[in-house]
């Protein structure tokens, strides 16, 4: 199991920007894929961006696409998701999340298995 740990929410105005980071301990060597997800009040939560553990390779999805950037430090310990141009819409709460198999690309909730307790992103306009 991986214990998961976000910060760097808070309030921002529209064309600001935020980091958040994501602290991974525990079992962190049996992830294959760290995703950011996000949920808004009466909302689904959705997949906002993946990374794979190995080889670092990058998904988004459309709506962050060209905004977002995930990343991860070489220790493989910590996950950040940068976060530019921010607009209203994207007020939610965020949560860190690891996967044993995930197909990364796909950012399935079901497919992660570990949740950190979320940060929240507040953009006014």
């Known amino acids: 199991q991986v214990q998961l740990a976000e910060s760097g929410g808070g309030s921002v105005q529209a064309g600001g920007s935020l980091r958040l980071s994501c602290a991974a301990s525990g079992s962190t060597t049996s992830s294959n894929c760290m995703g950011w997800f996000r949920q808004a009040p009466g909302k689904e939560r959705e997949g906002v961006a993946g990374?794979?553990?190995?080889?670092?390779?990058?998904y988004y999805a459309d709506s962050v696409k060209g905004r977002f950037t995930i990343s991860r430090d070489n220790a493989k310990t910590t996950v950040y998701l940068q976060m530019n141009s921010l607009k209203p819409e994207d007020t939610a709460m965020y949560y860190c999340a690891a996967a044993r198999f995930a197909l990364c690309h796909l950012i399935r909730r079901q497919d992660f298995a570990d949740w950190g307790q979320g940060t929240q992103v507040t953009v006014s306009s």
């Open positions: 990374i794979y553990t190995n080889g670092g390779s990058t």
